[in-house]
């Protein structure tokens, strides 16, 4: 089985290109076969084209444009429907393909039939609403898990944030304590030094105090000598 996707390659339309550009891509993307028609170049990929479209997919004018999707001769659908089959996980059906076992889509179909035998054998419905409630059980227990977890994480963060706002409280009143040790250093030594100041001024007064007196000294002995040379 091949797939053919017939598309215009020297289009001037931009959103044709792209939607061609996109088929291609993700067809490439899921490795899939596929074949491309050139009907911009081949009158008879363009007329067996326009032929094999059903009528009812064909716009009003009766010219489908490309990109046009094929299962060898079974018409798959146009850009629209692949685009939906796309965001529905449904490619492979789209195209007429067994989806791969590790794919989405096959995973998908394996639960689909999961629940249709459920609703087809009463025995397997109650196993299959038992293993429910068990998976939904577990399910909540881990979801209380996570949560506690979360919790745990949000108060450990919280203590280590009240932790680093204490240590700067204690940190801040250790920076005021500094400089107040400082500021009473320096008044200290400024008061050192106008104490020496005063002793200095207090010893030059005294030497000057000192010197006062033998000058009176010399002056009284003066006199008095003045005064025995007069007796005499």
Request: glycine fraction near 6%.
């Amino acid at each position: 089985m091949v797939i053919k996707v017939f598309l215009a390659s020297s289009s001037g339309s931009t959103a044709i290109k792209k939607k061609q550009q996109d088929v291609v891509g993700f067809l490439e993307a899921l490795k899939i076969d596929y074949t491309q028609l050139d009907i911009a170049s081949n009158e008879v990929n363009r007329q067996w084209m326009r032929e094999n479209v059903p009528g009812e997919k064909k716009p009003t004018n009766g010219i489908p444009l490309p990109p046009q999707i094929f299962n060898e001769e079974m018409y798959c659908g146009d850009y629209d429907t692949f685009f939906n089959a796309k965001e529905d996980n449904a490619v492979y059906e789209f195209l007429g393909l067994t989806p791969p076992p590790e794919s989405k889509e096959a995973k998908n179909a394996e639960n689909s039939q999961k629940l249709h035998k459920a609703h087809g054998s009463g025995s397997e419905e109650h196993l299959d609403d038992d293993s429910t409630r068990k998976e939904i059980k577990e399910s909540e227990q881990n979801g209380d898990a996570h949560t506690t977890e979360l919790e745990e994480e949000d108060q450990a963060e919280d203590g280590e944030t009240n932790a680093e706002e204490e240590g700067n409280e204690e940190e801040e009143p250790t920076e005021e304590t500094e400089e107040e040790e400082s500021r009473q250093v320096a008044e200290e030594e400024y008061q050192d030094e106008e104490d020496e100041v005063g002793d200095d001024k207090g010893e030059d007064n005294h030497l000057a105090s000192e010197d006062e007196e033998e000058l009176q000294k010399l002056e009284d002995e003066e006199e008095e000598q003045g005064s025995e040379e007069a007796e005499d």
